[in-house]
T-cell receptor, first 113, second 111 residues
């Protein structure tokens, strides 16, 4: 158990809908990262937050947004969902901003029908 | 060309064999190298973390980095059925927190 928790485990929704994925980092970790894992693209970095502030952006679509709250938990919002958004979404956390080890949560499996 | 290349072909080996996995990368700015193990329907877990060229051992696992060739490897000695998983290489540039992953190798160790 990495100490990173994600809810829900599974999400099934329809095209055009909006969903929110939630992540709680390990105790003491200030950085939260979101990754998307699909069969064709592998694990892709989406976005990073550090102590409530956005610090880095990867290939995140404009339909996707995230935030980190004062208690350090983070939410990833996915809107106007398309079939191609079906994937595993992982959250990871690390202590700081540097090249610290990133610990991954168990993921949320999103299925868009 | 992708930043990190890992031949995603599955690998089946008999129990006790040596498993050899590798990745190549194109950007010499990558300075820190990791191997993650991912069991089916689970999140990746860190196996090895190294930042210098050469070998690093941890039990049955050896990570090898050759920065001049932009090539990293993972060796698993005396493989066990419990080693059956997907192995992902990952790397980070200095001053950047974004992990760049290879596509992963599915390894099956047959008892």
């Amino acid at each position: 158990d990495s100490g990173v928790t994600q809810t829900p485990k599974h999400l099934i929704t329809a095209t055009g809908q909006r969903v929110t994925l939630r992540c709680s980092p390990r105790s003491g970790d200030l950085s939260v990262y979101w990754y998307q894992q699909s069969l064709d693209q592998g694990l892709q970095f989406l976005i990073q937050y550090y102590n409530g502030e956005e610090r880095a952006k990867g290939n995140i679509l404009e339909r996707f947004s995230a935030q980190q709250f004062p208690d350090l938990h983070s939410e990833l919002n996915l809107s106007s969902l398309e079939l191609g958004d079906s994937a595993l979404y992982f959250c990871a956390s690390s202590e700081g901003l540097g090249t610290d080890t990133q610990y991954f949560g168990p993921g949320t499996r999103l299925t868009v029908l | 060309q992708k930043e990190v290349e890992q031949d995603p072909g599955p690998l089946s080996v008999p129990e006790g064999a040596i498993v050899s996995l590798n990745c190549t990368y194109s950007n010499s700015a990558f300075q820190y190298f990791m191997w993650y193990r991912q069991y089916s329907r689970k999140g990746p877990e860190l196996l090895m973390y190294t930042y210098s060229s050469g070998n690093k051992e941890d039990g049955r696992f050896t990570a090898q980095v050759d920065k001049s060739s932009k090539y990293i490897s993972l060796f698993i000695r005396d493989s066990q059925p419990s080693d059956s998983a997907t192995y992902l290489c990952a790397m980070i540039r200095r001053g950047n927190n974004r992990l760049a992953f290879g596509k992963g190798n599915q390894v099956v160790v047959i008892p």
